[in-house]
């Protein structure tokens, strides 16, 4: 532990710094250390130090007991001689203290065995050390990134299950003398009410039902998959009623709310890390000369990549120190010359984008006419079975070919900015994610200008292209389901496909061209945003196909062992990983990025496309979150108004204020716990030259 020195000997610290709790925590310690040695004479040497220290607070507030001697940092003989002032002070604790202390010893094991229990029962537990062991920290920390996906989908789909689809089918069934009311809806015109799903009837060939279940359509459009099953006003079990359309609406904003507290805790820890540890270049140098060692790997071959690794990462500080000097001496005529550069190929970025933008707009227009035109006419045959699935799947195929074109032409052009090497890999990466999540939004854009436009009253009666989309949500899920089919059609095919012959030619071909190609690397960025991209996916399809968390978490389950096979077998490590601490910051700031993408599209769907007419729990109202005004209108008139003035300006402004104050503070204290960071930083300096500035407390 580290305290502060004594006034005569340092400067006092500023006035701020003695308010932080930290600094009152430190002068606790160091008083409760003080007080023990004057009420009782300590052992010799720094085991009676620190055995004093151990004894202080216990002491000073009479209910903490003392630390465990095994959680000490010291030598054998000298735990052994604290575990002797341990015990030697129990004479003078009462009976009730002394078995406070006994029975928190016993729990504390209890808990400790419990833990244990549980964290052999962890998921992949085996699999990631053995991962971990192999290859480092940072490649171990993708696979542990993939079961937080698979634990998080899983919640989702209990979630969905529970409170939509569960009550939907045992009401159906007429299970526990449930019963369902399906109220039709008023003021609505008739043709607005039509819906006649795709479904096969009579006898069909089995190609169909492969075309059904890669698609969507068919058998999978009537079941539980989609939003349109769910065509209920309300479900009574037994006597309570079960307000179906309210549930649907409120379990989808609580697995988004779940989705976004649970990213956030697991990420506060790398935020608190790099708001601490934002070292300059001589600390970062020290830190991979004397730290950078990763001691979990026991593989050979891993640890002379890890050598390479650190090599790397001291020429790139190197580099960058060698760019700062190169950017301070580069005259004006030069920083126009870079700055133009940029310009240009920031355009050509900017082109590239709206290239991809503009073919997966066309590509959704075409697909979804010509798709709609084909199951009206019931034209599918065998000779055209192939021609019907390119066409259903066109848009994903335009959005998997933008996601593997796209980044190849960043990667290519970010070599002419002149950046340092760090910055161009946040840049590209940033490039990269921005790119695979607009490809979602235009892709949602492209079906809500097709569901929106109407050309005739009786259209603009219904709100939406009810011809082409008599349930349109059903529709958005049925995109939502090909993407994730898809991502995990490409995923599977590249390991097979690609890898394993891969694999195969360099090691049983010496031809130097297939050498110099090598083994395809297991490029960590590039995998993390490929299931990033697939949980967003999931994220917004979960509200049009309440199943899709379940078909995603199977995904993944897969999808971890396909990855796990293909970096043993066929795949070597990055040349350049990245750092496990810097690696789990980056994933859940990108899935951060990617739930915040999220919403928008979520939300535009709630509250301004009007709800389909013929489908879905959100019939009877104009949009979906029309649910939620609808309810209130049913509680009693004090609780209303209650409701009512909290969603009034009155309430938000003075709320929103007082949050704005609670962060202004928060990010005050974060400012000033760095400084005392600092600030301690400093005086460790001082103590390697100035021996009398490390005294007996440190």
Same mark, same amino acid.
């Given at each position: 532990?580290?305290?502060?020195?004594?006034?005569?000997?340092?400067?006092?610290?500023?006035?701020?710094?003695?308010?932080?709790?930290?600094?009152?925590?430190?002068?606790?310690?160091?008083?409760?250390?003080?007080?023990?040695?004057?009420?009782?004479?300590?052992?010799?040497?720094?085991?009676?130090?620190?055995?004093?220290?151990?004894?202080?607070?216990?002491?000073?507030?009479?209910?903490?007991?003392?630390?465990?001697?095994?959680?000490?940092?010291?030598?054998?003989?000298?735990?052994?001689?604290?575990?002797?002032?341990?015990?030697?002070?129990?004479?003078?604790?009462?009976?009730?203290?002394?078995?406070?202390?006994?029975?928190?010893?016993?729990?504390?094991?209890?808990?400790?065995?419990?833990?244990?229990?549980?964290?052999?029962?962890?998921?992949?537990?085996?699999?990631?050390?053995?991962?971990?062991?192999?290859?480092?920290?940072?490649?171990?920390?993708?696979?542990?990134?993939?079961?937080?996906?698979?634990?998080?989908?899983?919640?989702?789909?209990?979630?969905?299950?529970?409170?939509?689809?569960?009550?939907?089918?045992?009401?159906?069934?007429?299970?526990?003398?449930?019963?369902?009311?399906?109220?039709?809806?008023?003021?609505?015109?008739?043709?607005?009410?039509?819906?006649?799903?795709?479904?096969?009837?009579?006898?069909?060939?089995?190609?169909?039902?492969?075309?059904?279940?890669?698609?969507?359509?068919?058998?999978?459009?009537?079941?539980?998959?989609?939003?349109?099953?769910?065509?209920? #006003?309300? @479900?009574?079990?037994?006597?309570?009623?079960? !307000? %179906?359309?309210?549930? +649907? $609406?409120?379990?989808?904003?609580?697995? *988004?709310?779940?989705?976004?507290?649970?990213?956030i805790?697991?990420?506060?820890?790398?935020?608190?890390?790099?708001?601490?540890?934002?070292?300059?270049?001589?600390?970062?140098?020290?830190?991979?000369?004397?730290?950078g060692?990763?001691?979990?790997?026991?593989?050979?071959?891993?640890?002379?990549?890890?050598?390479?690794?650190?090599?790397?990462?001291?020429?790139?500080?190197?580099?960058?120190?060698r760019?700062?000097?190169?950017?301070?001496?580069?005259?004006?005529?030069?920083?126009?010359?870079?700055?133009?550069?940029?310009?240009?190929?920031?355009?050509?970025?900017?082109?590239?984008?709206?290239?991809?933008?503009?073919?997966?707009?066309?590509?959704?227009?075409?697909?979804?006419?010509?798709?709609?035109?084909?199951?009206?006419? #019931?034209? @599918?045959?065998?000779?055209?079975?192939?021609? !019907? %699935?390119?066409?259903? +799947? $066109?848009?994903?195929?335009?959005?998997? *070919?933008?996601?593997?074109?796209?980044?190849?032409?960043?990667?290519?052009?970010?070599?002419?900015?002149?950046?340092?090497?760090a910055?161009?890999?946040?840049?590209?990466?940033?490039?990269?994610?921005?790119?695979?999540l607009?490809?979602?939004?235009?892709?949602?854009?492209?079906?809500?200008?097709?569901?929106?436009?109407?050309?005739?009253?009786?259209?603009?009666?219904?709100?939406?292209?009810?011809?082409?989309?008599?349930?349109?949500?059903?529709?958005?899920?049925?995109?939502?389901?090909?993407?994730?089919?898809?991502?995990?059609?490409?995923?599977?095919?590249?390991?097979?496909?690609?890898?394993?012959?891969?694999?195969?030619?360099?090691?049983?071909?010496?031809?130097?061209?297939?050498?110099?190609?090598?083994l395809?690397?297991?490029?960590?960025?590039?995998?993390?945003?490929?299931?990033?991209?697939?949980q967003?996916?999931?994220?917004?399809?979960?509200?049009?196909?309440?199943?899709?968390?379940?078909?995603?978490?199977?995904?993944?389950?897969?999808?971890?062992y396909?990855?796990?096979?293909?970096?043993?077998?066929?795949?070597?490590?990055?040349?350049?990983?990245?750092?496990?601490?810097?690696?789990?910051?980056?994933?859940?700031?990108?899935?951060?990025?990617?739930?915040?993408?999220?919403?928008?599209?979520?939300?535009?769907?709630?509250a301004?496309i009007?709800?389909s007419k013929?489908?879905?729990?959100?019939?009877s109202?104009?949009?979906?979150?029309?649910?939620v005004?609808?309810?209130?209108?049913?509680?009693?008139?004090?609780?209303?108004?209650?409701?009512?003035?909290?969603?009034?300006?009155?309430?938000?402004?003075?709320?929103?204020?007082?949050?704005?104050?609670?962060?202004?503070?928060?990010?005050a204290?974060?400012?000033?716990?760095?400084?005392?960071?600092?600030?301690?930083?400093?005086?460790?300096?001082?103590?390697?030259?100035?021996?009398?500035?490390?005294?007996?407390?440190?």
């Amino acid at each position: 532990e580290v305290f502060l020195p004594e006034e005569p000997r340092a400067a006092a610290p500023v006035d701020f710094l003695q308010e932080l709790p930290s600094y009152q925590s430190a002068l606790r310690r160091r008083a409760a250390a003080g007080g023990t040695q004057e009420r009782r004479a300590a052992p010799r040497g720094s085991a009676g130090l620190r055995a004093a220290e151990a004894r202080g607070p216990e002491q000073e507030g009479g209910e903490l007991a003392a630390r465990p001697a095994r959680e000490y940092p010291l030598t054998i003989a000298e735990k052994r001689r604290l575990r002797d002032c341990q015990q030697a002070d129990i004479k003078y604790i009462s009976g009730w203290k002394q078995w406070k202390r006994t029975s928190s010893k016993s729990l504390k094991k209890v808990l400790n065995e419990v833990r244990e229990l549980f964290s052999h029962l962890e998921l992949w537990r085996s699999d990631i050390r053995s991962i971990e062991g192999k290859f480092g920290t940072g490649i171990q920390s993708y696979f542990s990134f993939l079961r937080f996906l698979v634990l998080l989908n899983l919640i989702i789909f209990i979630l969905m299950f529970s409170f939509v689809t569960l009550p939907s089918i045992i009401s159906e069934y007429g299970i526990f003398n449930s019963s369902f009311a399906k109220i039709s809806p008023k003021n609505i015109e008739p043709h607005c009410t039509v819906y006649k799903p795709s479904g096969n009837m009579g006898l069909v060939y089995f190609y169909t039902y492969l075309k059904d279940l890669l698609s969507g359509t068919g058998f999978l459009e009537v079941t539980s998959l989609f939003y349109g099953y769910y065509t209920i #006003d309300a @479900v009574w079990l037994s006597s309570p009623r079960y !307000n %179906l359309p309210l549930a +649907y $609406l409120l379990t989808t904003f609580a697995y *988004l709310a779940l989705s976004l507290l649970w990213i956030i805790k697991r990420s506060v820890e790398g935020f608190k890390q790099n708001l601490v540890h934002d070292e300059d270049q001589f600390q970062s140098y020290c830190n991979k000369v004397f730290a950078g060692w990763d001691f979990c790997i026991t593989d050979l071959r891993a640890a002379w990549l890890k050598h390479r690794s650190l090599q790397y990462e001291l020429q790139t500080d190197l580099e960058e120190e060698r760019l700062k000097r190169k950017v301070a001496d580069r005259t004006m005529k030069e920083k126009l010359r870079i700055y133009s550069l940029r310009i240009f190929i920031n355009i050509i970025v900017i082109a590239v984008l709206s290239g991809c933008f503009y073919c997966i707009y066309r590509a959704t227009v075409f697909s979804q006419e010509n798709s709609n035109v084909s199951i009206g006419h #019931d034209d @599918v045959s065998n000779t055209n079975f192939q021609a !019907n %699935l390119l066409v259903q +799947y $066109l848009p994903s195929i335009v959005i998997t *070919l933008a996601n593997f074109i796209a980044p190849q032409i960043f990667s290519f052009l970010i070599r002419f900015e002149d950046y340092s090497p760090a910055f161009e890999i946040r840049l590209t990466l940033m490039r990269c994610v921005f790119v695979r999540l607009a490809n979602i939004g235009v892709l949602l854009f492209s079906l809500w200008s097709q569901i929106s436009y109407c050309a005739t009253d009786e259209c603009k009666a219904c709100g939406y292209n009810y011809e082409l989309y008599p349930c349109w949500e059903s529709e958005v899920g049925q995109e939502m389901y090909k993407l994730m089919i898809f991502d995990f059609i490409i995923i599977l095919a590249g390991t097979l496909f690609v890898d394993f012959p891969r694999k195969l030619l360099v090691t049983h071909c010496s031809c130097k061209p297939v050498q110099w190609c090598g083994l395809q690397e297991f490029g960590i960025s590039d995998n993390v945003l490929e299931i990033v991209y697939g949980q967003t996916i999931c994220w917004i399809g979960t509200f049009f196909s309440p199943l899709l968390p379940a078909i995603a978490t199977i995904k993944y389950f897969f999808i971890f062992y396909i990855k796990k096979i293909s970096l043993i077998h066929t795949c070597k490590p990055a040349a350049r990983p990245i750092r496990a601490s810097s690696s789990n910051c980056f994933f859940l700031v990108v899935l951060l990025i990617g739930l915040v993408l999220a919403f928008i599209p979520l939300g535009i769907s709630i509250a301004h496309i009007p709800s389909s007419k013929a489908c879905g729990p959100f019939r009877s109202f104009n949009t979906s979150w029309a649910v939620v005004p609808d309810t209130i209108l049913g509680f009693p008139t004090g609780l209303q108004q209650v409701l009512h003035g909290i969603a009034s300006e009155a309430f938000a402004v003075p709320f929103f204020m007082v949050v704005c104050l609670i962060m202004f503070y928060f990010i005050a204290l974060a400012g000033a716990h760095k400084r005392v960071v600092e600030q301690l930083r400093q005086q460790l300096v001082m103590v390697r030259f100035d021996p009398l500035f490390c005294t007996p407390k440190v």
